[in-house]
Nanobody, 121 residues
Framework: QVQLVETGGGSVQPGGSLRLSCAASGVSTNIDGMGWYRQAPGKQREVVATITSRGNTNYADSVKGRFTISRDNAKNTVYLEMNSLKPEDTAVYYC???????????????WGQGTQVTVSS
């Protein structure tokens, strides 16, 4: 069973930066795409950024130019570099990984526990 653990959250002033990390247990060959999602109070969870195993990325319009997703397949780790943070970025950030079932070959989403990011003065 793949386990995801997010770290790096915290409180920062507007304009500041944070770097989130998500370490996935298990062998990297069982993981395809990975991504970061966030959920603000009273709002639905939304995708922030995704990255394929080959490094192709996609970003929500709200974070383009400010956030960068990357991954280290050897370490089973995905990162989210967040710059120029805004108060509206405040949310719980969740790591997600598309995990291949060993025998069926199907994929299912594995989720981390989330890490709080607070942007305020």
């Amino acid at each position: 069973q793949v386990q995801l653990v997010e770290t790096g959250g915290g409180s920062v002033q507007p304009g500041g930066s944070l770097r989130l990390s998500c370490a996935a247990s298990g062998v990297s060959t069982n993981i395809d795409g990975m991504g970061w999602y966030r959920q603000a109070p009273g709002k639905q969870r939304e995708v922030v950024a995704t990255i394929t195993s080959r490094g192709n990325t996609n970003y929500a319009d709200s974070v383009k130019g400010r956030f960068t997703i990357s991954r280290d397949n050897a370490k089973n780790t995905v990162y989210l570099e967040m710059n120029s943070l805004k108060p509206e970025d405040t949310a719980v950030y969740y790591c997600e990984a598309d995990v291949r079932r060993m025998f069926s070959g199907n994929y299912y989403p594995a989720w981390g526990q989330g890490t709080q990011v607070t942007v305020s003065s």
